[in-house]
């Protein structure tokens, strides 16, 4: 996007307006300008609003994402994983 406004409401809300294409669509929201800008934070401290847009992204349907943070995405995947589907193996 242009602006902040667009990256977050043109782009990142509506990733999954973009499926009817059929193709793969690779997402990379990981420490970029617009968490800065959002949260004012340095790249090394944008961890949060990172795993934020890639769960946002992820709820979408998008399969691929980019990010600097493995293991905190992972952990963030997971537990919307369990939330979403209720898997009973998580709770035991």
Do not use: W
């Amino acid at each position: 996007g242009k602006t902040l406004a667009h990256n977050y409401r043109r782009l990142l809300a509506r990733l999954g307006d973009l499926h009817h294409l059929g193709l793969p669509l690779l997402v990379g929201m990981s420490r970029k300008s617009m968490i800065r800008e959002l949260l004012d934070l340095p790249a090394e401290q944008r961890v949060s609003g990172s795993v934020t847009c890639a769960v946002i992204a992820a709820l979408q349907g998008e399969q691929i994402i980019r990010v600097h943070d493995v293991r905190h995405t992972v952990e963030a995947m997971r537990v919307v994983e369990a939330t979403l589907t209720a898997k009973e193996t998580y709770f035991q």
